[in-house]
């Protein structure tokens, strides 16, 4: 399969994440809250695993071990945190927020941003890399995963219908593939190795600033159990595939 195929079939794998957000509906609350945490652990686990272990060490190789390397990392976390400084937008993984209409909206705005981005930075993977790219999916998907089915929540929240909810949700998730093939575009003209580390530095926020916050807020003993073991798994499923690559 080509590379414009792998690219093709993860955006729209990547984009029908979108539609496991019914779930947040068809569970009970209790239920959904109960799984959602330990998801969370797993994707900072991941998140952070995918970052360090492989998109760092692979564009290193691919670029060398140069400045614009780190340049390239610290520009992928500094564009994630003015997305989020701007747009006052946090990603929500609980369904139970206490939210707006108007909030609806600006979620799909900046999930769309988002996804774009995340699309250029799995697409550069891809074009580095096949099997470089489909760790970076993987990666994102364990996140988007949490994310769709808290989004979800938000906008049956703030009153939309559910199928305009499915629809616009997934249309905003289209933007991944979007970005995905602007990024194999991009490639006849500029060195999209440097997307390696661009989207370490979005996975490496996103982990720190986003999810670990989220699993360090749990009280009870247990909770903090099962989130932490969840987060060292998600690093240890990451590190394991590195050391087996």
Wanted: charged content about 10%; aromatic content about 10%.
């Amino acid at each position: 399969m080509s590379t414009l195929a792998w690219i093709v079939v993860a955006g729209l794998a990547m984009s029908s994440l979108a539609l496991v957000g019914t779930v947040s509906v068809l569970m009970p609350p209790a239920t959904l809250e109960r799984i959602v945490l330990p998801i969370v652990g797993l994707a900072a686990g991941s998140l952070l695993g995918g970052a360090l272990f492989h998109m760092l060490p692979e564009s290193i190789d691919a670029i060398g071990n140069r400045l614009g390397v780190y340049v390239a990392f610290v520009a992928g976390f500094v564009v994630f945190f003015v997305l989020e400084q701007f747009l006052h937008w946090h990603h929500c993984h609980r369904a139970d927020h206490d939210t707006h209409r108007p909030l609806g909206y600006l979620i799909l705005l900046a999930d769309g941003l988002h996804n774009f981005i995340g699309g250029l930075a799995v697409g550069g993977a891809f074009v580095v890399d096949v099997r470089v790219g489909v760790v970076a999916w993987l990666v994102a998907a364990a996140h988007e995963i949490p994310q769709e089915l808290g989004d979800f929540g938000v906008l049956m929240h703030s009153g939309w219908r559910r199928r305009s909810a499915l629809l616009w949700n997934f249309a905003s998730a289209l933007t991944f593939l979007v970005g995905s093939l602007v990024a194999y575009a991009m490639a006849q003209h500029v060195e999209v190795a440097y997307l390696l580390p661009f989207a370490a530095g979005n996975f490496v926020y996103i982990a720190a600033a986003d999810l670990l916050p989220e699993i360090t807020s749990e009280e009870r003993t247990r909770d903090k159990v099962e989130t932490t073991a969840a987060f060292v798994a998600g690093l240890a499923i990451l590190l394991a595939a590195a050391s087996l690559a």
